[in-house]
């Protein structure tokens, strides 16, 4: 279930890490950038001039990924690390833009890296975009302890509090609400649209595939609403309930493959 592009996205964090000479050369280009700028900030006070402000135990202001990533060292907020042993293995990776980046977050390899060159405001919660490429040209608001996992979130949209928590959850998908697609792969998918309640899609690969929008406390098992239609609220209970349903409506414990249930 990996993509070429995800394959493409690896294969640029190993340059940034062992120089493997595998990335293109405009990534090169804006990875040596990072460099050179983290080199040049990391032993002066970047916010003499006060390049950012503290919100509760977050960073705000106009930065870039390297700027950013001292601030999170100034402030001793663990964020922009790549753990213990590589603290600054470029978890940040932006052009200068509006930042708003708070402690315990983007921790790993390329964790909140945007290789575009005009980078996206940049808005992560508490405890948030933890893992390898775990919001990799993510495009949104992240709310707190969510996207947690190894590429989840890439290229995603709005994340609720507490979701998108599992290795590749939530790639690419774009309005989820609180609590919801937890597990390896749920709400993954190819161009993932669909808006997701709360409390919903909760299992191993859970709502992957989706196809229309699940209301919420639905798709709460395995494989429940692979690649099926619209759901209502409390739908789709047990493992691979609903797969390829067609609609769903509210209260339904299950519906067979291509049918509609109401």
């Known amino acids: 279930m990996t993509s070429i592009l995800q394959v493409q996205r690896v294969l640029c964090i190993l340059l940034v890490l062992v120089a493997s000479g595998r990335a293109d050369e405009k990534t090169i280009h804006m990875v040596d950038n990072e460099k050179f700028e983290y080199h040049h900030h990391r032993n002066k006070n970047i916010n003499d001039n006060g390049k950012y402000q503290m919100d509760n135990g977050c960073i705000v202001g ?9 601030a999170c060292a100034e402030k001793n907020l663990t964020c922009c690390t790549n753990g213990p042993q590589q603290k600054k ?57 969510s996207c947690i996992g190894d590429i989840a979130c890439g290229e995603a949209g709005i994340i609720g509090a507490g979701s998108c928590i599992g290795d590749n959850a939530c790639e690419s998908a774009q309005d989820i609400r609180d609590g ?5 792969y749920a709400c993954n998918g190819p161009g993932f649209s669909s808006t997701v309640g709360s409390g919903s899609c909760l299992g191993f690969a859970a709502c992957a595939g989706l196809e229309g929008s699940v209301s919420d406390r639905s798709c709460t098992a395995d494989s429940a609403c692979y690649s099926s239609g619209s759901v209502g609220e409390g739908s789709c209970t047990g493992e691979v309930a609903c797969r390829e349903a067609e609609h769903v409506g509210d209260g339904i414990p299950s519906c067979p493959r291509g049918e509609t249930c109401n």
Request: glycine fraction near 12%.
């Open 62 to 70: 106009h930065l870039s990924g390297a700027e950013t990533t001292v």
């Open 180 to 184: 919801s697609c937890i597990g390896d």
């Open 89 to 145: 293995a470029h978890a940040c990776i932006w052009q200068k833009t509006s930042v708003v980046v708070c402690a315990n977050s983007c921790t790993g390899k390329a964790a909140c890296a945007f290789f575009e060159s005009d980078s996206p405001p940049i808005n992560i919660g508490k405890g948030s975009c933890n893992g390898d490429l775990a919001c990799v040209d993510f495009n949104g608001i992240v709310g707190e302890n």
